[in-house]
């Protein structure tokens, strides 16, 4: 059984329109991340949510909204997508605590066109 | 966190040990060295962690200098599937739910 799954896999959209990610995990964690990695492969936090509460959030624009309906899932909208989006976005999970083991998901791959 | 730094690339024959180094002098005495790596498309995957003790998994070793101010990590016998991007990441344990700071990374290629 996968334990991060993000959906989809590949995107690609045009400038302007509004896409979500999803995001689930069927660990049990009480926290899930999502991550951009950009063409220069860095990897970099956005959000993190505890319990379904923002606990993390970095400087990223507004256009980037977080949701979380329940624990094992988190999913991300973004608002009028720009070039300068597209990246993969990684979710991850931990049960939290202060040695926590992240689990990262396959990633989405966004092309924004 | 403590900053690290390691190579960025290095190569390795399959069948042989794989040792990737990682600075981290300013390191605290309560952070902990972790490893993750990623594989070409892929998430990352967590390797192994330590304090200040040698750690042993069914996937790698680390071994952490005494001062702890640098550590090694293992693979004992490098696959082609081991080609990755190996991140070394320092953390406090009480960063409650704080997120991993990734760097550079060391490209490891594991050649026939």
């Known amino acids: 059984d996968t334990a991060v799954s993000q959906t989809p896999k590949y995107l690609v959209t045009q400038m302007g329109n509004d896409k979500s990610i999803k995001c689930e995990q069927n660990?049990?964690?009480?926290?899930m991340y999502w991550y951009k990695q950009d063409s220069k492969k860095f990897l970099k936090i956005m959000f993190s949510?505890?319990?379904?509460?923002?606990?993390i959030n970095e400087t990223v624009p507004n256009r980037f909204s977080p949701k979380s309906p329940d624990k094992a899932h988190l999913n991300l909208h973004i608002n009028s997508l720009e070039l300068g989006d597209s990246a993969v976005y990684f979710c991850?999970?931990?049960?939290?605590?202060?040695?926590?083991?992240?689990?990262f998901g396959p990633g989405t791959r966004l092309l924004v066109l | 966190d403590a900053k690290t730094t390691q190579p960025p690339s290095m190569d390795c024959a399959e069948g042989r040990a794989a040792n990737l180094p990682c600075n981290h002098s300013?390191?605290?005495?309560?952070?902990?060295v972790y490893w993750y790596r990623q594989i070409h498309s892929q998430g990352p995957q967590y390797i192994i962690h330590?304090?200040?003790n040698n750690e042993t998994n069914e996937m790698a070793s680390l071994i952490i200098t005494e001062d702890r101010k640098s550590s090694t990590l293992i693979l004992p016998h490098a696959t082609l599937r081991d080609t990755a991007v190996y991140y070394c990441?320092?953390?406090?344990?009480?960063?409650?739910?704080?997120?991993?700071?990734f760097g550079k990374g060391t490209m490891l290629l594991v050649s026939p």
């Open positions: 991850a999970s931990s049960q939290g605590g202060p040695q926590e083991t992240q689990y």
């Open positions: 660990l049990g964690h009480d926290t």
């Open positions: 949510y505890n319990n379904k509460e923002l606990i």
């Open positions: 300013t390191i605290s005495g309560n952070e902990y």
């Open positions: 330590g304090l200040k």
């Open positions: 990441i320092v953390r406090a344990p009480n960063s409650g739910y704080s997120t991993l700071t």
